[in-house]
């Protein structure tokens, strides 16, 4: 069949449904989307393992942190348009809150041109989030917490400005690529009346039931991590990331620093196993503190070799990211990045670094300067990207209207 008679032909059959449905008073056409609902419940039910599990999406903070780590993530950060004022960020926000309770679920957003790809949960997550030029652009300085501003410079620092800032982030995580495309290309679709795209950033973590539960993985140095954190559900987590104090639209929300930091793996394959181990401070095979068994032994930043020598050494990562204080920690929910290979051979991944805390200035930001000033790791790992979010507490769903960061346009 030829092009043309092919069009003809679907024209001819687009009339004819038309003139079908009037005529009988769209009995068939009833009788037919009853059946299509039948089939999906029914699809619904046999949902395999991985597609069912669901992460909850209501509740007094957002999913999406204290989460164990999906194996599909994209950071999609937006540029506020002109013409987007304080109402219409407020429109916009409702739109897609209820884009991501249903999501959530499994379920199509309203108008989704392929609800065929809402074909479960998969532990669908949208954690929304804004940035210092969100309130500067929006008139609302006055609800622009103290101090939130992009980090500092480091000496480390290579920043690219496609990688780095933003005024608006949705991070998107699911366990399937294929949900997590379909929910990022609802929430994109919902989002270019009101801004535009400036970066998306993909990136994975180990395959559901690779490793334990929680929010380790294995990076693509070989090292297993994420290991020194505070415990999800834990009364330490809500002391370490969730904000109490602070503008009331914000309380039960986060501050979030992302960073897209490269590996430069050609060089680090080059070491041997014992130095790659001194770098970081634990066992390359399963992460345990040097001088230690087991992953989740206490660091013994004391004990010391034959000859003396700290086992532990002072260049290590582990020994400079020590929290000097109780109050100096973080959250951290690493996800790897790969983009390819160079044509010389070198692949292009890294990190997609992740830190939660109440308080940027007295969390990360010591942490940061100490590596600044000395980490072996900087050998081989540079910032390319940067950010700092203000993540907006959750929506109660018994609440009448609510949508994330309401409190924000009051
Ligand atoms: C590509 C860059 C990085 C890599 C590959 C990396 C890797 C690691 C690894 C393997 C560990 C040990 C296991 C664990 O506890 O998770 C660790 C611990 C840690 N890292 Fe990193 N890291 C990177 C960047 C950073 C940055 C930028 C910071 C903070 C500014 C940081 C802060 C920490 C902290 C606080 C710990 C726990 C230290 C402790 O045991 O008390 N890391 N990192």
Redesign the pocket.
Known sequence: MSKISRRGFLFGGAAATGALVSASAGAAVGASLGAEAATEAANKANLTAVLKRRERFFGQHQNGIETELQTFTNFVAFDLKPETDAAAAARWFKLITDDIARLSVGEAPLADPTPQLAMGPARFTATLAVGPGFFDKLGLADKKPTGFEQLPAFNVDQLREEYSYGDVLLHISADDPIILSHGVRSLVRDSVGFAKVRYSQQGFSNAQGVVPGGVRQR?L?G???????PEIGSSDFNNIVWVENGPDWLIGGTFLVF?R?A?QLGTWDALGRTDKELV?G?NLQN?APLGKQNENDP?DFDAVDANGLKLIPEFA??RR???TNPTER?F?RPFNYEVGVTPDGEPDV??L?T?YQRDISTQ?LP??KR?DQLDL?NKW?VPIGSAVWAVLPGVEQSANGDYLGKKLFQ
Do not use: E, K, S, Y
Request: positive net charge; without cysteine.
């Open positions: 990076n140095m090292q297993v991590d994420g290991t020194d954190n960073r930091i590996m970081i634990r992460g660091i990562h582990i990211a020590h929290a973080i951290r890294g990190l670094w830190a990360f942490i940061q590596l790791l790992t």
